[in-house]
Structures are given as structure tokens and as C-alpha cells.
């Protein structure tokens, strides 16, 4: 599985123990940063794991930053995209399952490092439910047609 992983200067930490993480799992590890704590766009970010995720490039991708709440934002933004920021486990799997989510976007400053990694496996090995939820899924593609611009 490969997986690519974005954050601002907000959710740098989370996103190093993330990566460290998820090479135990021996996932493909795509890292587009930031590497530092001087001030980001956290945009910007959020485009490039969202435009990896949509061409195929990436499998699923994981977005951190203060909150999780502009990540998710932004990357929804990106047509394909079904970003979810989630702060438990039940939420995690249920986004999975139900949404079939291809974007996880966690706060640093909400859940610490230990809820944050089990977030990640049970988002991980989570599949989606398909039949009645892939009607809804179509439902939702269909609003993004209809307000292409």
C-alpha cells in the first residue's frame, strides 16, 4: 500500500511519528513534508496529497496539521477526494467503512501521538462496506459533477 503524507508546520511532530509508524507497517511512504516548523501554507499541502491520491499515484493519504480541519478542507476541495478528520477510532473505522475516506487528516494539537497512531491502523485496516453505502458515495459524486465550475 502506498500512502502519502503531508502536513504544515502545525502538525510536523504527528506527522514524523506518523511516517516512523507506518514504515513498521511496511508501507510505501510518500513524505511531501514539511520537514520544518517555520510557518506554511497548510493548502498547498493538502493539494499535493489530494492530487496523489486522485491520480493513482497514492493509495490513501494522511494530512496533519493543528487541527485537522483545514487539511480536510482543502483537500476536499479536490474532486475524488472524501477527506475526514477524526479524533477516535470509531470514527476512523466508520469513515472507512461507510465513506470509503481516501484521506485522513489529524490534529496535532487534538489527539497525542498514541491515539493518533491507533487512529491510523484502525483507518488502515478498515475496508469500505460497499452496497449501501456506495449508492451514497455516487450521490456525492454527483453533487461534485453538478458543481464543477
Not at 516512523?20 to 520537514?35: C, K, P
Not at 470514527?91 to 475516506?101: F, G, P
Amino acid at each position: 500500500m502506498k500512502i502519502t503524507i503531508g502536513c504544515d508546520h502545525g502538525g510536523r511532530r504527528l506527522k514524523d511519528a506518523i511516517v516512523t509508524h507506518l514504515n513498521t507497517r511496511n508501507a510505501q511512504v510518500s513524505d511531501i513534508g514539511t520537514y520544518s516548523d517555520d510557518s506554511v501554507d497548510f493548502p498547498s499541502y493538502a493539494e499535493e496529497v489530494a492530487n496523489q491520491v486522485n491520480s493513482g499515484e497514492a493509495d490513501l493519504g494522511i494530512l496533519c496539521c493543528g487541527t485537522g480541519i483545514g487539511m480536510s478542507i482543502a483537500a476536499n476541495k479536490v474532486a475524488g477526494i472524501r477527506a475526514a478528520v477524526v479524533s477516535d477510532c470509531f470514527s476512523a473505522q466508520a469513515t472507512r467503512e461507510h465513506n470509503d475516506s481516501n484521506i485522513l487528516c489529524l490534529g496535532e494539537r487534538v489527539v497525542g501521538e498514541g491515539l493518533a497512531l491507533r487512529i491510523v491502523d484502525t483507518w488502515l485496516d478498515a475496508t469500505f462496506g460497499g452496497e449501501r453505502h456506495a449508492r451514497r458515495l455516487q450521490m456525492i459524486t454527483a453533487i461534485e459533477l453538478k458543481n464543477e465550475s
